[in-house]
């Protein structure tokens, strides 16, 4: 095996104006972890799929071990043992967890699927990486965690040479990704040659021996990982340094925006009483699967549920539907963008518009054309979503660019109430903050946030007050000073919990 097992020689692609790629040039050893970093659109994705065989480049090569190869399938990728894990699932939601690991080359005995042996296998690869569900179990009664399993199963069934992971860990808990580590360093030892698209920078630093950096589609740089810092990485993502991350946080607060008393979904939540203030974030925290996810639902209208009492601005609200929830202004950022965010076949004006249009009907107001189009363009401009033009499909963004999109959909319903479920799962680190001063500045307007995160340092940036969940039950509710890590994992954890990756399907 030669030195740069992985070579990408000159490789450019462009959609329309847009160059997603330009002249990118950079190779990866067998046996060694490259982390790819860049902007929400720098490029990251594109350059897996050329690899992956899904799109073809316009111009350049890839070599794998010193010989020139073009994919012009996925098959032919994976036949040279090139394997993906996408950002986003290419899962068959109507299949089981062990039909999908083998789809596309279910093992066959004398012409026929051989049901019991692709179970076997299965049962084996989950077990391997620790995912608890059964192979019989239908993928789309899997939650976000557990349909990421099956990608890294499907992808592990195969003899992998080189592995491509786009955000692998972005719904995945803090034992996941370290089973997911394990499972990386092990694949490391083999000689496999590894790409690893995070916008994390404490995993980059845990798992990578060496960062790529993309800037609009160019290659800033590739340095091995001793020799970098988060700073400068940040330095070269996004041509300056960030300085402090999280806002100040808010000192008074106003008169209860949302008070819930009673409020149960099934036996997965019973929670006895909620006060939102205006002007507050209050955090929800907990393990994977306490009844956070319930409860953002709930609120939202995403997920039927009763309560005793539920009030808005002190005035009984009934919410049945998402369409009840934002007319009696509550937001509502979704974790799952693919499939509750956006209408990824309309364009980002439309999506955009969308929200805006809840609000006028709400209001009755009537707003111009030109009005609504300005409206579009200063949330583009202060999320920095990057588009070829409002025309741009939402289906065609940038995963990142698609998260922007969900969040200036539902801010331009202009809510009394955001509910957000990781808000910045995907999202580059310049954006992130940009998103933390929007929702600073929309408490500062007296909209009251509930933010339920898996990553404690968001919860603890950003929250004023915080929720712990353990067993669909709030266990511990603190503020400042007394707001840590170690206090929200000591109340997280006191009780044993029973649940599991299959707890909240949806
Ligand atoms: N099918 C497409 N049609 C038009 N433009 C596209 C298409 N796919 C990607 N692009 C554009 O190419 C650029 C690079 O996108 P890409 O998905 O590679 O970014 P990325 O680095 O993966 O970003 P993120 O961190 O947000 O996932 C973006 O400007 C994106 O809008
Ligand atoms: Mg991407």
Redesign the pocket.
Known sequence: MSDNFLEFRNVSKS??G?H?LEDVSFSVPAGHVRALL??????????IRVLAGTIGADRGTIALDGVERAFATPLEALEAGVVTIY?EFNLVPQLTVAENIFLGWLPTTAGWIDRGSIRARASEILKRIGATFSPDARVGDLNVAGQQMVEIAKALSRDVKVLLM??PTAALNDAEIEALFRIIRQLRADGVSILY?S?RMAEIFAIADSVTV?KD?RHVGTEPISEVTTESLVRMMIGRTLGEFYPPKATDFGAPVLEIGGLSVGKALQVEKLVLRKGEVLGIAGLEGQGQRELVQAISGARSFEADTFLIEGAPVRIRSIRDAIAAGIGYIPDDRKRDGLALIRTSAENLAIGSLARRLRFGAVVSGSAERRFVDDLVAALRV???GPD??AG??????QQKLVFGKVLGAKPKILVMAEPTR?V?VGAKREIYEIIRELTRSGVGVVLLSGELPEILGMSDRVLVMANGRIVAEMTDPEMSEEAIMTAATAEAPEAGVMDDAA
Request: cysteine-free; charged content about 25%; overall charge negative.
């Open positions: 959609y329309g847009v997603a860049g902007e929400n659109g720098a490029g990251k994705s594109t350059l950002q786009d955000e698209v916008h993309l589609g990057k588009l070829s741009q499909r065609d963004l940038s995963g990142g660019n995907g580059d």
